[in-house]
């Protein structure tokens, strides 16, 4: 059984790993079952164990994970030898206040008029599990869990 203080470090932990990637690949799975991948700006520290992007509500990715919530994100840094593999069950969140919240001025890029954007939403990932392998633990898979 996993306890709070695990729990923390396992974020924390996971929180180290990516806090320098600032884009990971957002896989889906379609309803036929094929696979798709979407470059993504990820907003805000992982809290809860959960990851945050944003979208717009009529993108395709936001179907996909509407029809089959399972999603994957990679995180990659060659310079620093350290690849992550984050599974969990995403969603599209329409929280004003929580995009207030993480909302960044890089991302004017995407968005142009900012939180006014017709259409903008947030899609989440409930972190499930974690693969990683970095140079700090060699080339051995780890893993974890929440």
């Not at 709070?4 to 470090?9: E, K, L």
């Not at 993504?40 to 979208?55: P, Q, R, Y």
Request: proline share 3%; aromatic share 12%.
């Amino acid at each position: 059984m996993t306890t709070s203080t695990d729990r923390q470090q396992e974020i924390q932990k996971l929180h180290e790993l990516i806090k320098d990637i600032d884009y990971g690949m957002f896989t889906t799975v379609d309803e036929d079952g094929s696979v798709h991948s979407y470059p993504m700006s990820k907003s805000g520290e992982i809290n809860d164990a959960t990851l945050w992007f944003f979208t717009y509500d009529n993108s395709y990715k936001v179907t996909e994970v509407e029809h089959h919530s399972q999603v994957n994100v990679s995180f990659v840094s060659p310079d620093q030898q350290c690849f992550v593999s984050i599974s969990g069950k995403s969603q599209l969140v329409k929280d004003r206040n929580k995009m207030q919240e993480l909302w960044k001025p890089e991302l004017q890029t995407w968005f142009p008029k900012g939180l006014n954007e017709t259409n903008i939403a947030l899609l989440n990932v409930n972190i499930e599990q974690v693969n990683y392998w970095d140079s700090v633990s060699s080339f051995q898979p780890q893993t974890i869990s929440f």
